[in-house]
């Protein structure tokens, strides 16, 4: 049984998903700068997730967002510019070609990294119409008012407003100063905002209530809710988005269903450089650039996260960098000299298996893995178990450019679950479903060919 931390609760809860298929949203990048790797950490434990959930059997249907319109350079008052036209007039493009750029990099970083990409890319842009329909839904129950630059929400009407923060009566967030302007309560937040008279800005739509622009929050529920229903598993995202944007996420979301919005909510914690968090705005960021400058490929970042608790906080040196790079070439090496077709070992799969269960515990994972490689177990199957647990880890432990024989496959149990979970949608001739369990296997490292005498394994290269 998978056991994840749910921020609603403040508890390890035992993880069952609604359907079938597990939901998956996570708050993805605003596309104007270089996103740096706290940033890309955040995407990492999203993964690290999702590997897990696939390698224990689950379909999975994530969705991530981009947001290139609405995010303000000051998000707790609903203030400030839009952070996409700050970064168009700084490097001399438009609102939708700035956008488009880091969208761009960031799917290179993702990549890079490992990282499995989501179901779908969801642009806020392209999701006005959907934005549009739920404030509408708001204001026809009464849950929204109108000031000078905007449509706002009024959070005082959200019984349990600030539940996921677990501030009960959050009449005021403390140590943020908020400018209250029109707004009825500090903690009301803007779901359309006018265009200002006298400044140009690039992007903006005809709505109901005037010429303006989506808020930053209200994309995300528009969108989850599209692709993943009223309710879904689970939401991820990095835990500064918490006390302001999950929270109003949620007030939105509930308001206008009257359903709860997310039954797992995960945050991931923050890289730490100097005293503070790692972030744009303090000026103390890495990108994945610096790692290649210190010799290392993104993959070596991959495993220095894995060292560290997705819940804890981590600090990222150059020594700890080239400490990961060592290990993880190490780890290449008896791969790539041990001969295939060995064994899986099954005393110590369980015992990874219970470290992913127990809250993605992924340092005690790379612990396992360790006893693997130090134990006297015989190269091939060290090998077998190491590539099944880097299903998990994405390492990227597998040799490449070999031509893989029927006798290399180790498969393991999980994998052979979905495989046959997938020739039974087939049979019902549920292409749907089956084409889901296709991407599961990608996922879990194997990918199928339907031929005439059935489904075939091959690794992925
Ligand atoms: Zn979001």
Redesign the pocket.
């Known amino acids: 049984m998978l056991k994840l931390f749910n921020t609603l609760t403040r508890e390890k809860e035992a993880f069952r998903p609604l359907k079938k298929t597990v939901s998956l949203y996570n708050?993805g990048p605003t596309v104007y700068h270089d996103q740096h790797i706290g940033n890309f950490r955040t995407s990492l434990s999203v993964d690290l997730l999702k590997r897990t959930l696939l390698y224990f059997g689950y379909p999975v249907k994530h969705i991530t967002?981009i947001t290139d319109v609405g995010h303000l350079t000051n998000d707790a008052d609903d203030s400030g510019e839009d952070k996409i036209e700050v970064g168009a007039r700084r490097e001399g493009l438009t609102a939708r070609q700035v956008a488009r750029k880091y969208e761009k990099q960031y799917k290179q970083g993702i990549k890079s990294l490992g990282i499995i990409p989501p179901f779908k890319w969801t642009r806020a842009t392209e999701h006005i119409a959907e934005q549009i329909a739920l404030i509408k839904k708001l204001e026809k129950k009464g849950y929204t008012y109108r000031t000078e630059d905007g449509i706002y929400f009024d959070a005082t009407k959200f019984k349990n407003y600030g539940k996921l923060a677990g501030l009960s009566a959050m009449k005021r967030r403390p140590g943020i100063r908020v400018n209250l302007g029109e707004k009825k309560h500090a903690t009301d937040f803007a779901l359309w905002k006018f265009a200002a008279a006298g400044t140009a800005r690039q992007m903006e739509w005809e709505s109901p209530w005037g010429i303006g622009f989506p808020g930053w929050h209200i994309e995300?529920s528009a969108m989850a809710m599209k692709y993943l229903g009223e309710t879904i598993d689970i939401h991820c995202?990095a835990i500064d988005?918490i006390p302001v944007?999950h929270t109003n996420?949620i007030a939105q979301s509930e308001a206008a269903t009257g359903k709860p919005f997310v039954r797992h909510w995960m945050h991931g914690a923050f890289v730490i450089e100097g005293k503070e968090k790692m972030a744009k705005s303090v000026g103390n960021i890495k990108t994945l650039e610096w790692i290649e400058e210190q010799g290392c490929s993104p993959l070596d970042y991959r495993y220095l996260t894995l060292q560290t608790h997705y819940r804890k906080e981590l600090r990222v040196t150059a020594e700890a960098l080239v400490a990961a790079r060592t290990a993880r070439a190490h780890l290449i090496a008896m791969v790539s000299s041990a001969s295939p077709g060995g064994a899986l070992i099954p005393e110590k799969i369980k015992k990874f298996e219970e470290t992913l269960l127990d809250d993605l515990n992924a340092p005690r994972g790379l612990a396992v893995l360790w006893e693997v490689v130090n134990a006297p177990y015989n190269s091939a199957d060290k090998r077998a178990t190491i590539l099944a647990f880097d299903a998990v880890l994405g390492l990227g432990l597998k040799p490449t450019g070999r031509v893989s024989t029927k006798k290399e496959l180790a498969i393991p149990d999980a994998v052979k679950k979905i495989l046959g979970s997938r020739e039974q949608s087939r049979q019902e001739k549920n292409w749907k479903r089956s084409d889901e369990l296709r991407t599961a296997l990608h996922a879990a490292g194997f990918d199928v060919l339907d031929t005439a005498e059935g489904q075939k394994l091959k690794p992925v290269v």
């Open positions: 708050c967002n995300c995202g988005l944007h996420e």
